[in-house]
């Protein structure tokens, strides 16, 4: 059996981004070869979760790939057909709204409309405050769209964030496997 090839984008949800990584580890660990793609944001921006320069090193060193930064480096993915399986997450709002309305201007965005040219699936782990707000008819959207799927999802803090939700990033191995047998892994709602 050859060995699976995913795309992981990451974008700018950075209080996720420990959770994503443990994600990424997961699926290195199953033996998949993972290749980083990271949304200009998410590449660049320091916060109070962490510098860029560390979450790329540490992104890097785990994947044993480089990270694909640029829209230039995410255009081949599709020609080339690099990846079996697409995984975009955390994806926030603003990426969301980018690809339920067909705008491809980062490098993550880009790395989807390229693999989605091939039909091959990609897999959403939404991470959004406004997820249940205005972000809620784009993730309506992208439901009703072939080859993209959702990590199982839930609100993370009902009461004081009634409009967020997160994904369960514990599952996105699991997740994975059913995108690339063309299946929804059940319940999308927690």
Do not use: W
């Not at 995984?87 to 965005?109: M, R, Y």
Request: with cysteine; glycine share 6%.
């Amino acid at each position: 059996m050859k060995q699976l090839t995913f795309g992981y984008a990451l974008t700018g949800s950075f209080c996720t981004f420990e959770k994503s990584l443990s994600a990424m580890q997961t699926l290195c660990e199953e033996g998949i070869n993972v290749i980083p793609i990271m949304s200009f944001n998410a590449f660049s921006t320091d916060t109070r979760f962490g510098t860029a320069k560390d979450f790329c090193k540490r992104i890097e060193e785990l994947c044993k790939n480089r990270i694909i930064s640029t829209i230039a480096d995410a255009e081949p993915i599709g020609p080339k057909k690099l990846l079996d399986l697409l995984i975009v997450s955390p994806c926030t709002g603003n990426t969301l709204g980018k690809l339920a309305n067909g705008i491809f201007d980062t490098p993550a965005t880009l790395a989807v409309k390229s693999h989605l040219r091939n039909e091959r699936p990609v897999l959403i782990g939404v991470s959004s405050n406004d997820s249940l707000g205005a972000s809620s008819k784009n993730i309506g959207t992208l439901l009703a769209r072939k080859h993209i799927y959702f990590i199982p999802m839930k609100q993370d803090e009902p009461q004081g964030k009634p409009l967020s939700i997160v994904c369960d990033f514990e599952r996105t191995y699991e997740a994975a496997i059913c995108a690339l047998l063309e299946n929804q892994l059940q319940p999308i709602l927690l």
